[in-house]
């Protein structure tokens, strides 16, 4: 059974951005040693016009081969003509208002986006589902979650989008792996307790 893997950035105090959704504030954190972990370990989650630009084009998949993300997270790469920004990974995006994919690279799942998950979690594979975000789609997955990787940077926002937007509900994972880096970012990964 493949892995849901929710792998999100977030400030000190547990938000994936402002009120709004915006991330910038975080940004400035991926320097070059933050950017050659995420080459070396996890190329795939680069956008890939971002990974083109940077000419990493080539590039293979270290641990997944489909992407999973609402539309909050897929209009970021609309609002700047980009349809299929992980063409590199089959490529599905939870809406309700989107009736109508604008690439064909690009699955819109409209209805039962559990089912959809459990499905692509069910087939045979060596590589993982990368839960993209925003808040409320990781809200509503949070059952099928198998993983996270949580990169946390040295900033506290005080409010903002939180990382799961869900009712309350108690899930346990374990601890696995910590890396930090020079710039105060952390990177912890947790696996479900089942």
């Not at 105090?13 to 995420?38: C, N, Q, R, T």
């Not at 971002?50 to 992407?67: M, S, W």
């Not at 409209?110 to 069910?122: F, H, I, S, T």
């Amino acid at each position: 059974m493949r892995k849901l893997t929710y792998f999100i950035a977030c400030s000190i105090d547990g938000f994936i951005g402002d009120p709004g959704g915006d991330a910038a504030s975080m940004y400035p954190f991926v320097d070059e040693e933050f950017f050659e972990f995420l080459k070396a370990e996890y190329p795939e989650t680069m956008p890939t016009h971002g990974r083109r630009a940077a000419g990493l084009d080539d590039l293979a998949n270290q641990k997944y081969d489909t992407i999973v993300q609402g539309r909050g997270s897929y209009d970021l790469a609309l609002g700047i003509g980009v349809t299929s920004p992980y063409a590199h990974m089959r490529e599905y995006v939870a809406s309700r208002t989107l009736k109508e994919s604008p690439d064909p690279n690009v699955e819109i799942v409209a209805d039962d986006l559990v089912g959809k998950v459990r499905e692509l979690k069910a087939e045979d594979g060596d590589f993982g589902i990368y839960l993209c975000g925003g808040a409320q789609i990781a809200g509503e997955l949070i059952d099928e979650v198998d993983e996270l990787v949580i990169k946390t940077y040295p900033i506290v926002l005080g409010t903002g989008m939180p990382m799961f937007g869900s009712g309350f509900a108690v899930s346990e994972f374990t601890l696995g792996e910590v890396r930090t880096f020079k710039n105060g970012a952390v990177v912890r990964t947790y696996s479900r307790k089942r």
